[in-house]
């Protein structure tokens, strides 16, 4: 089986493509990989050779939540449609919406990771607004157009079925990340968050906002703006594991996050977790984390620092729970759906497509 597997070259998704084709290749499923946004930089090209994936493309582009993107996206979609053909590839696994709806003469996975009108929903309070018509209904189109729809949490695919339609396969497969390489070290006293750091959902703000008043420091890796916590900006694989592997504590307060492999990497690390308390950070980590709102950040940043006892316990808990988000579970649980798929009738595929 050959997968052409799309993903965009920004945030966590290229990370959680990169583990999905190490796991999948343990199945003998050959990856063709497609990396869709940025320019590949230095670290992203090694690790993409480096992986088990047959080949690596890229193609630079606006992606479709972003301003004024759907010129790019007609082209990235066009270059895939080429990219599939040129590699003989069985399935394709789409990590965007919107290329969903072109006329792929195979089966079609879209994995959803984020959402913009499930986004504005959470971090602004409020449904988006006209502007969005047009991404509403590219995504509408791409999601009516997959054979499954795949997300990280069940919390994800109820935000997704809210707003959209998709008489198709659906299910929630948790994302995973090698345990080897994220280990605890010797603990030391500072909070440490890392990822998108621009981006409102992560409320990395509510950290800025106490980080002088807590008796540790608040440091923070990843691209994002001045502020009160100590930033370190974009940090390399190795680097960003050895901070990990040193935080006493991870702190995402996050409004919205439909998985987080950040928290995932620091409770393999062995941190202790502070996050948001929102459905889809309680149904991966359960009691394995301390959840939160604004106004409680400050009082329970200040428990743990003044108690090592609880901090080594939930430290302990985070480990024993991101053990069970393994990529052998990842890989086989799509190995499992792409065989389904490729299994059925495609007539009976673009039967249930045309129920919409």
């Known amino acids: 089986m050959r997968v052409l597997l799309a993903i965009d070259t920004i945030g966590g998704v290229w990370t959680y493509g990169l583990e999905l084709t190490r796991a999948l290749a343990r199945h003998g499923i050959e990856v063709v990989l497609a990396g869709l946004g940025n320019p590949l930089n230095p670290e ?3 690790a993409a050779l480096e992986s088990s994936a047959a080949r690596v493309y890229a193609f630079e582009c606006e992606l479709e939540w972003m301003e004024h993107p759907w010129g790019d996206v007609e082209r990235s979609g066009e270059w895939l449609l080429e990219v599939a053909a040129e590699t003989d590839a069985n399935l394709v696994h789409l990590n965007t919406f919107a290329h969903g709806g072109l006329p792929w003469p195979v089966p079609v996975v879209v994995g959803a990771h984020s959402d913009v009108l499930t986004w504005h929903e959470a971090v602004r309070s409020k449904p988006a607004g006209a502007e969005w018509d047009e991404y509403r209904e590219a995504v509408s ?26 008489p198709c396969e659906r299910r929630a497969i948790p994302n995973a990340r090698d345990p080897k390489l994220f280990v605890p070290l010797e603990k030391e006293p500072f909070v440490f968050s890392a990822g998108r750091l621009w981006d409102e959902a992560k409320n990395i703000a509510a950290l800025d906002r106490i980080a002088q008043r807590l008796p540790w420091p608040v440091v923070l ?16 694989g190795p680097q960003l594991a050895d901070l990990f592997g040193r935080a006493s504590i991870f702190a995402e307060p996050a409004r919205y996050e439909p998985f987080g492999l950040a928290a995932l990497e620091a409770g393999l690390a062995g941190c202790a977790l ?12 359960a009691d394995a984390a301390v959840f939160v709102k604004e106004d409680s950040l400050e009082r329970e940043l200040r428990r743990l620092i003044n108690d090592p006892g609880l901090r080594r316990d939930l430290g302990a808990r985070a480990r024993r729970r991101a053990l069970e988000y393994t990529p052998e579970r990842m890989g086989a649980e799509y190995a499992g759906l792409y065989e389904q798929l490729l299994s059925e009738d495609p007539a009976d595929l673009h039967a249930i497509k045309q129920v919409a």
Request: proline share 5%; glycine share 14%; aromatic share 6%.
């Open 44 to 46: 992203q090209r090694r």
């Open 141 to 166: 189109g791409g999601l009516l157009g997959a054979d499954a729809v795949v997300a990280p949490t069940e919390a994800m695919l109820r935000d997704l079925e809210r707003n959209y339609r998709f």
């Open 221 to 236: 890796a990843g691209p994002g703006v001045p502020g009160a916590s100590r930033r370190l900006g974009s940090v390399s």
């Open 274 to 285: 502070v996050l948001g308390d929102i459905e889809s950070l309680r149904e991966v980590w």
